[in-house]
T-cell receptor, first 115, second 115 residues
């Protein structure tokens, strides 16, 4: 089956630093990947759509300068949280769209804690 | 605009009992509806989806859901719960039949199965 990985699974960083989260499609190519944020006891909120070789499309209210997305290859998209603050602490989940079956496949998520 | 409401953030059933997880949606266009399951430390996995064909949709692991337009509902059921069904379940809606388009998620329901 289609597998999507995320690294790291958990990260703790100090306020003001930046942290990068990787999303990889391990056995298929994905021209489109999605980044979601999940608050405690809340639903997944789409942050942005990442397209290989072009700029990401951000949802309303998401600061593109704070959440930098790079989709440099057909199997890798990265989300960098710049100048992180405690309010950025959350669970970040990515998904990758597989053309062969038209489905999104989700990564296991990354728990970010900013102290 | 689309939205999804999942009634009950936690549902507890006994092993062997009926599972019923509720999902109501709001959509200005004919909706495409999905149920995903998330096991601890794993990504979301597609259980089933409704794409305007049969209103009763059968999915994996014995789950099924029925699309009821008059009630704007897409409740998930399983006749007999297993311990392995304990997980977080998400209902989602999209404007497109394949999940490559943006998904709007409900808040999730945590299913607990008692022995």
């Amino acid at each position: 089956g289609a597998v999507v990985s995320q690294h790291p699974s958990r990260v703790i960083c100090k306020s003001g630093t930046s942290v990068k989260i990787e999303c990889r499609s391990l056995d298929f190519q994905a021209t489109t990947m999605f980044w979601y944020r999940q608050f405690p006891k809340k639903s997944l909120m789409l942050m942005a759509t990442s397209n290989e070789g072009s700029k990401a499309t951000y949802e309303q209210g998401v600061e593109k300068d704070k959440f930098l997305i790079n989709h440099a290859s057909l199997t890798l998209s990265t989300l960098t949280v710049t100048s992180a603050h405690p309010e950025d602490s959350s669970f970040y989940i990515c998904s990758a769209f597989r053309m062969e079956d038209g489905e999104q496949y989700f990564g296991p998520g990354t728990r970010l804690t900013v102290t | 605009a689309q939205s999804v409401t999942q009634l009950g953030s936690h549902v507890s059933v006994s092993e062997g009992a009926l599972v019923l997880l509720r999902c109501n949606y709001s959509s200005s266009v004919p909706p495409y509806l999905f149920w995903y399951v998330q096991y601890p430390n794993q990504g979301l996995q597609l259980l089933l989806k409704y794409t305007s064909a049969a209103t009763l949709v059968k999915g994996i692991n014995g789950f099924e859901a029925e699309f009821k337009k008059s009630e704007t509902s897409f409740h998930l059921t399983k006749p007999s719960a297993h311990m392995s069904d304990a997980a977080e379940y998400f209902c989602a809606v999209s404007e497109r039949p394949n999940a490559g388009n943006m998904l709007t998620f409900g808040g999730g329901t945590r299913l607990m199965v008692k022995p």
